[in-house]
């Protein structure tokens, strides 16, 4: 059985595996991609509401405050926000492959500086749930695989989020751990993607 170190560092592996195929794909794959995953977040609106409804449960016996208790909250008008922000994105221009600036050289020779993708993108966040799928998407959209750490008090809701845009992506015949939430709820699993060096490329 892996220890809670090497679950994050395999979580990453996978990712990074992911990673080298999505860097090349088309925008219009990648657009369709976003699509199918804002497609199923209305269709699994019940399911996630549900697990949402019992991360609010948990906070509200934990004492959190009503204003951080309205972060975590999604109904289903918030969730069809949510799955419009993913269709906003993929009306975006693709930047893989843009042109920032570029010269040309006396002996003819051109050089460019041309967006390309990093590759694993970690990303440590709070309570917002949202959070989760707008940078989902963001990654996609620039050709990244995202390895995603919520807060806790949004377990229930992440992995129900998650698990919708990882359905999609397995339906249209992508890898789907493009899209994962790092294993783990504990301070430690944040220290060990924190320190896996040659697994993440940025965090």
Do not use: F, W
């Not at 992911?18 to 497609?39: C, G, H, V």
């Not at 509401?49 to 948990?58: F, G, L, P, T, W």
């Amino acid at each position: 059985m892996l220890d809670d170190r090497e679950l994050v560092h395999e979580t990453a592996r996978r990712a990074r595996a992911a990673a080298q195929e999505l860097r090349i794909l088309t925008r219009d794959q990648k657009d369709a991609a976003l699509l199918a995953m804002a497609d199923s977040l209305e269709a699994n609106i019940t399911e996630i509401v549900a697990e949402n409804q019992s991360d609010i449960a948990r906070a509200r016996e934990s004492g959190t405050s009503d204003a951080l208790i309205d972060r975590l909250t999604l109904t289903p008008e918030r969730i069809t926000g949510i799955a419009q922000a993913l269709r906003d994105v993929a009306a975006l221009p693709d930047p893989v492959g843009e042109v920032i600036r570029g010269y040309t050289l006396p002996n003819g020779l051109q050089v460019r500086q041309i967006r390309v993708p990093i590759g694993v993108v970690g990303m440590i966040y709070e309570a917002r749930p949202n959070v989760t799928v707008d940078a989902a998407g963001l990654c996609l959209k620039s050709g990244n695989a995202a390895l995603l750490r919520g807060s806790s008090s949004a377990m229930s809701s992440n992995r129900a989020l998650t698990a919708a845009m990882r359905s999609a992506l397995s339906t249209l015949g992508l890898n789907p751990d493009c899209v994962q939430l790092v294993p783990g709820d504990s301070h430690e699993s944040v220290k060990h993607l924190m320190t896996a060096r040659g697994l993440v490329d940025v965090l």
